[in-house]
């Protein structure tokens, strides 16, 4: 099943003093973990340019995988998630196409 996943920065949870050790030791790691992730086809996307955000598609076989698999991102206490169920195009297409036909064999014809 695939997952629309959005991530945001929270502010101020880390004091600016802090920021140099936070991304040498919590960001750069995140992003290590999400490249490899994406090498292994388990997710696609990137920043949202000029932001301190981003999104992409992650495929888990279940929710429980999907929440492990965040939860090894170092930052992922950090960042506000939001995560979204995504339905396939081909059971769009199969749910619609039955729907067109019980709805056409339903209507009266002129």
């Given at each position: 099943?695939?997952?629309l996943v ?15 050790d ?53 930052f ?34 002129s």
């Amino acid at each position: 099943m695939q997952y629309l996943v959005e991530a945001e920065n929270i502010d101020g949870l880390i004091p600016m003093k802090d920021v140099p050790d936070y991304i040498n030791h919590i960001v750069i790691p995140s992003y290590e973990e999400l490249i490899k992730m994406e090498s292994e086809k388990k997710i696609c996307g990137g920043l949202l340019v000029g932001q301190r955000s981003g999104a992409f598609v992650m495929e888990a076989s279940s929710p429980e995988e999907m929440g492990k698999m965040l939860k090894a991102i170092p930052f992922w206490g950090m960042v506000k998630w939001k995560v979204t169920p995504l339905q396939s195009f081909q059971s769009a297409l199969e749910q619609d196409g039955h729907i067109a036909k019980m709805l056409s064999g339903q209507m009266p014809e002129s």
